[in-house]
Nanobody, 115 residues
Framework: QVRLVESGGGLVQAGGSLSLSCAAS????????MAWYRQAPGKQREWVAR???????DYADSVKGRFTISRDNGKKTVTLQMNGLKPEGTTVYYC?????????WGQGTQVTVSS
């Protein structure tokens, strides 16, 4: 059974930093593209960043230059380092794994950025 568990959310002031982590189990980790999505109340879930098994990365334009995604295939974790956070209120960040056949989601971790 695939399990993705996010951690690291919390309250931070605008301009601050936060590091989110996603621990995966039950899958062949390095065969999966891992990604982060986020969803604010009343809004659609949006893609933030992805990292492929080989390490290549992509970012949404809204976070490019401020966020960094990385992975540790040995520990089966993916991290999202977020710098220069904007005062966007409360957002839930979700971890996703994509094997090309199946997609799994974590339960999310809440991030609140205050102004």
């Amino acid at each position: 059974q695939v399990r993705l568990v996010e951690s690291g959310g919390g309250l931070v002031q605008a301009g601050g930093s936060l590091s989110l982590s996603c621990a995966a189990s039950g899958l062949v980790f390095d065969a999966n593209t891992m990604a982060w999505y986020r969803q604010a109340p009343g809004k659609q879930r949006e893609w933030v960043a992805r990292i492929r098994g080989g390490g290549s990365v992509d970012y949404a334009d809204s976070v490019k230059g401020r966020f960094t995604i990385s992975r540790d295939n040995g520990k089966k974790t993916v991290t999202l380092q977020m710098n220069g956070l904007k005062p966007e209120g409360t957002t839930v960040y979700y971890c996703l794994s994509n094997s090309g056949v199946r997609v799994h989601w974590g339960q999310g971790t809440q991030v609140t950025v205050s102004s």
